[in-house]
């Protein structure tokens, strides 16, 4: 058990060396940005997802343009 503290206390520690470095903090503004704006790029038109989508991606017609695509 003491093992486990050991590893515990060093993830600590490295946590608040990147939280004073600053590394920490951009990583997560850029993870909490793209969970913000990725569903709302992924909906930017309506309509949902084309049943032939290839897998992660969202197939539909856009209607200003009269095609589909992908994102
Ligand atoms: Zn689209």
């Known amino acids: 058990m ?3 503290n050991v590893v515990r206390y060093l993830a600590i520690q490295l946590l ?13 503004v ?3 940005a ?3 704006f990725a569903p709302t790029l ?3 038109h309506g309509g949902g997802c ?10 539909h017609m856009d209607n200003r343009a009269g095609s ?4």
């Open 16 to 28: 608040i060396v990147q939280l004073e470095e600053d590394v920490m903090i951009r990583f997560l």
């Open 68 to 71: 589909v695509h992908c994102h």
């Open 50 to 59: 084309r049943k032939s989508s290839p897998p992660g991606q969202c197939c």
């Open 2 to 4: 003491i093992h486990v």
């Open 34 to 36: 793209l969970s913000v």
């Open 42 to 44: 992924a909906n930017a």
């Open 30 to 32: 850029i993870l909490v």
